[in-house]
């Protein structure tokens, strides 16, 4: 398939070949190439290119982030404006694989405004079963334990350039 040459960055996260072509199967569609959106390194968001023209965005992300299909399959049956999740694995590693709606390359970047607007819609939606819930207390806790995990980032040489985080 083409896009196979993405399963060999050592070290790297990547979507073993036969995860995505299983996906991509599942859904009828073949993959012509795939483009790197953003990659960071508990995560990545490529554009694939579909025979016919079309596209859609695929997701990977480590096995912390493997229960975002779920989130994102509640977000949406509660209302929430997120991207249409047309197929989702976890691989052997624990690691989360989706192909999601491709909403089209960013026109801009998000702001604030958008944020708390996103914010708010998800928050909207209630409890997704399973999943812990912070009461006000848990809430007003996490900046502080934010801070603690960037310090703790900082010190092993991590996030040494990220001058826009509000301390």
Not at 7 to 17: D, I, K, T
Not at 78 to 96: E, I, R
């Given at each position: 398939m083409a896009g196979d040459e993405h399963?060999?960055?050592?070290?790297?996260?990547?979507?073993?070949?036969a995860t995505l072509t299983g996906l991509t199967r599942r859904l009828g569609v073949s993959v012509t190439h795939r483009e790197v959106v953003r990659a960071w390194s508990m995560s990545a968001v490529e554009r694939l290119f579909l025979e016919g023209g079309s596209t859609a965005i695929?997701?990977?992300?480590?096995?912390?982030?493997?229960?975002?299909?779920?989130?994102?399959?509640?977000?949406?049956?509660?209302?929430?404006?997120?991207?249409?999740?047309?197929?989702?694995?976890?691989?052997?590693?624990?690691?989360?694989?989706?192909?999601?709606?491709?909403?089209?390359?960013e026109i801009?970047?998000?702001?604030?405004?958008?944020?708390?607007?996103?914010?708010?819609?998800?928050?909207?939606c209630p409890p997704l079963p399973g999943r812990p819930v912070l009461d006000a207390d848990g809430l007003a806790a996490l900046p502080g334990k934010a801070l603690g995990w960037l310090d703790a980032l900082r010190a092993e040489g991590r996030w040494l350039d990220a001058d826009d985080i509000a301390l």
């Open positions: 399963e060999g960055r050592s070290g790297a996260l990547s979507v073993r070949p695929l997701k990977y992300a480590v096995a912390e982030f493997a229960a975002e299909a779920n989130v994102l399959r509640h977000a949406s049956v509660h209302g929430a404006p997120v991207p249409q999740l047309m197929a989702s694995t976890v691989q052997g590693d624990g690691s989360l694989v989706m192909i999601m709606e491709d909403l089209g390359t801009r970047e998000a702001g604030l405004k958008d944020a708390a607007e996103a914010a708010v819609s998800i928050h909207a």
